[in-house]
């Protein structure tokens, strides 16, 4: 079993940024990669960021590309997302996640955080 632990979320204005960790209890072959949803009110939940371990592969949805930067740091079992030039529709609950595959497909994933809330005030 894998946990994951995300810290960093928090209240900023338009324009500003924030850099979310998503903190594993140990890396497996079932959680080689590690991505980043969110969940706005109302609104399915949707992919943002995946890293592969031990590789130098990323993807990103189209929505963050030039603002958000997902890296991870293998020696803490941690994995980052760097915010920047945040939006008001950037608010929403962000989790990591960790699974085999480097998908978009939240059910790809295998092992969930318990969240952390990014509010951006305009």
């Known amino acids: 079993q894998v946990q994951l632990v995300e810290s960093g979320g928090g209240l900023v204005q338009a324009g500003g940024s924030l850099t979310l960790s998503c903190a594993a209890s140990?890396?497996?072959?079932?959680?080689?990669?590690t991505g980043w949803f969110r969940q706005a009110p109302g609104k399915e939940r949707e992919f943002v960021a995946a890293i592969t371990w031990g590789g130098v592969g990323t993807v990103y949805a189209d929505f963050v590309k030039g603002r958000f930067t997902i890296s991870r740091d293998d020696a803490k079992n941690t994995v980052y997302l760097q915010m920047n030039s945040l939006e008001s529709d950037d608010t929403a609950v962000y989790y990591c996640a960790a699974g085999r595959t480097r998908s978009e497909d939240t059910t790809q994933y295998t092992y969930w955080g318990q969240g952390t809330q990014v509010t951006v005030s305009s």
């Open positions: 140990k890396r497996t072959i079932s959680s080689v990669v």
